[in-house]
Structure formats: C-alpha cells, structure tokens
C-alpha cells in the first residue's frame, strides 16, 4: 500500500526525522486560512498522486510569492496529471501539498528497504538527489551507495557515519544523520514497510539535513497489524476493480492485454501470463482466485475481469487442488449466464473433480472451449480474442 507525500513526511517527522512544514488543501476556499500557519514567504506547491515525475508533468511549482502561490493551486487543484508512471489516462489531482520553501545548498537521495539477496536491510544514498535515482544507477552506478544492515543486529550508528562518509558529509551532520536514518529503520521496522524514501534528502545553506520530499509504502499482508497506517489509505489513487477484489479477498492486478486470466494460486497465474505471451497475446490483468475460491468469489472475478473494455476473451486456467474443478465450472457458468458474456471463454481444468467440472460445462450450454492442456489452451484463447476483437469493430 503506498501513501501520500505529506502522509509520509508526517510518519517520518513522528519517528524524529526532520521535515519542511506544509499544509494540505482540498479545497481553493481553504487555502489563506492554511497557508498563515506557514512561517516562510516563499512556497511549493505539490500535486498529491501516487506517483513520481510530479515535476516534469507539471504538478510541482515554485512560487515566492502567497499570490503565485495561490495561482498555482488553482491550477494544480483539478488537474490530470500524466506521467510515465500513471499511464496515458493520467491521475485527478484532488490534494495539494503546499511546503514551505527550503533553502537548498544540496541534494542527496537516501531510501532503505529490504535487498533480498543478501536477506539484509539496505540504505541506498546517493550525492545525485532529486533526481530519479534509476537512471542515476544505470549511468553513474559509481555514485550509488549501499550500507547493508543484519536484521539481528539492527541498526548501529556506525552504519550512519559509513553512509556520512560516502556522501563526503561534513562531520557536523552526522548526528543529525543518525537521527534520519534510524527513524527510517524504525519506521521501515515497526510499521512493516517495503521502502522508505527521501528525495531529495537536503543540506540546508544553514548546515542542517532536512527531507524535503519523501515516499513511504507498506506491506499489504501485514496492514492487519497497523490500522492507523490503514487508515492513510486513499481509494481514490488506486485502481476501482483492485479496490473491488480486494473487497472479496481476490488478488487482481490490471494489465494492458487482451486476454483476461482468471487462475488460482500466483504461480499458476504467472505461468499462465508467460504461456499467453508466448502465444502472441497479451494478459489483460492478473488475478488469482486462491484455494478455496466460492462460486460468489468466481462470479465477483468475472465481473472484474468484464468491467475492462478491452478484454476479447478470457482464460481459465484452475489446477484443483484444495481448489475443486466443480466448484469453479460452476462459478464459470453462473456467472456467464448473470453477466451475459460475450466474449469467447477457453477453460482449462485439471485436478480435484475433474469430471465433475467438464460434465457441468459440457451440459451449461454455453459456448465455453474446452483445453486439456496450458498449450493448447493459450493457443486457443489467443485465436478467438483475436477473431472476437476484429469481428466487434
């Protein structure tokens, strides 16, 4: 689960890291009442959207004066912000994040998160902040630093007084990050994140460290044990069918594809993406239906899948186990009839009841295609899209 920028700066600022105040407007009507509890006379105004490249599409400006700072709320406030990480339909902007401005000598990144191949916590730092920290890896990997930390020990300081050294920090600073990077490792720990970012991480012309931006995302398996992190969950910044699987314990993530998959198990699902590539298609979503999937469950996936516009047919790829075959062939027939399906169905079925789940499509008269195996399958369903999409043009 990711949050908002000023969510994470709240977060990171309860854990003792230091951050440029803000204040967040829903509303235009609000913004000279918010804006007096700010102490500085020149402003940022930033778009609050689950994703990175604010900048370059527009939705961070500048402004030195509460006049500019206000024109661009207005212009910000309602906007749709497009960048590469939200896609051509780009984001409603419905908060602004207004900060006051920082006086900036330099930029640093810092970010700590999980390097599974160590089964180590990282730091990652880098001289090269505000920037996107990818590219920086791929073109000046150099400039890239990484402190590992054993999860059995901890956090230490000399961990800190490394990273001070490979960012050439000033001596003075250190202590101030002790304090930043042990508020990201308590956080990180006791909030069960998955990354915990600041870019940039600044030196104030003061001489002080400051997060100026930050990014803070969290564990959805482990959001049962937090719910005040929970509660900073914004449905409007996430996909409305995820939202609605989520609501019936299905794990659905949408795709750009043709080929809509209905599998259980994430495995047998990933699989079952790879072997529709391979055959010249394109899975439209991913979505595992689990092992003890109901006809409700199995009818509420046909919905999700349907409800995207640009999906000319549908696999169903179950190997019953815990799963029965029965179970999901009836699923499947419910639903076709309830929804109305129009487009082509191939339904490979193996496992627990076997029988059972052919014999109750076979006698569905609906036209659902048989497969008795993934190749076949695959093959199939990619053919008929294919013929589905070009005869509904």
Do not use: W
């Not at 689950?50 to 370059?56: A, Q, T, V």
């Amino acid at each position: 689960m990711n949050i908002h920028e000023y969510q994470a700066k709240n977060l990171l600022k309860s854990f003792g890291v230091s951050v440029n105040e803000g204040v967040v407007i829903e509303k235009i009507s609000d913004f000279e009442r918010k804006i007096g509890t700010l102490r500085s006379g020149s402003y940022v105004v930033k778009a609050q959207v689950h994703s990175g490249g604010r900048g370059k599409a527009g939705g961070v400006k500048f402004a030195k004066t509460k006049a500019d700072a206000l024109e661009h709320a207005k212009n910000i406030l309602g906007m749709t912000l497009v960048t590469p990480q939200t896609g051509p339909q780009g984001k409603l902007v419905q908060k602004i994040l207004v900060t006051e401005a920082a006086d900036i000598a330099k930029e640093y990144y810092l970010s700590f998160l999980i390097d599974r191949g160590t089964c180590k916590y990282v730091y990652i730092g880098s001289t090269e902040g505000g920037v996107e920290i990818e590219k920086v890896a791929e073109e000046t990997p150099d400039k890239i630093a990484k402190i590992f930390v054993d999860p059995v020990g901890g956090f230490k300081a000399y961990h800190a007084v490394d990273m001070a050294r490979a960012l050439k920090l000033d001596d003075t600073v250190v202590k101030e990050l002790i304090s930043i990077m042990k508020g990201m490792y308590d956080l990180f720990t006791q909030k069960d994140a998955s990354l915990v970012e600041i870019n940039p991480l600044i030196m104030t012309k003061e001489g002080h460290l400051m997060a100026i931006d930050a990014k803070v995302g969290f564990d959805g398996n482990a959001l049962y044990r937090h719910p005040d992190i929970l509660e900073l969950r914004d449905l409007n910044e996430e996909d409305p069918n995820e939202v609605q699987a989520s609501k019936f314990d299905l794990s659905y993530i949408k795709l750009d594809g043709t080929i809509g998959c209905l599998v259980n198990g994430a495995g047998l699902a990933m699989a079952t993406m790879d072997i529709v590539k391979f055959y010249g298609g394109g899975p439209a979503n991913f979505l595992d239906v689990g092992g003890s999937a109901s006809t409700e469950k199995v009818t509420e996936a046909f919905k999700i899948i349907l409800s995207d516009p640009n999906v000319k047919g549908i696999l169903v790829n179950i190997f019953g186990g815990i799963m029965k075959c029965d179970i999901i062939a009836t699923g499947i027939v419910e639903a076709s009839k309830a929804l109305g399906v129009k487009v082509p169905i191939v339904a490979r079925l193996d496992g627990t009841n076997i029988e059972q789940g052919k014999r109750i499509l076979a006698e569905s008269e609906l036209k659902i295609i048989p497969a008795s195996s993934m190749k076949e399958a695959a093959e199939r369903v990619v053919k008929e899209a294919s013929a589905h999409g070009h005869s509904s043009r």
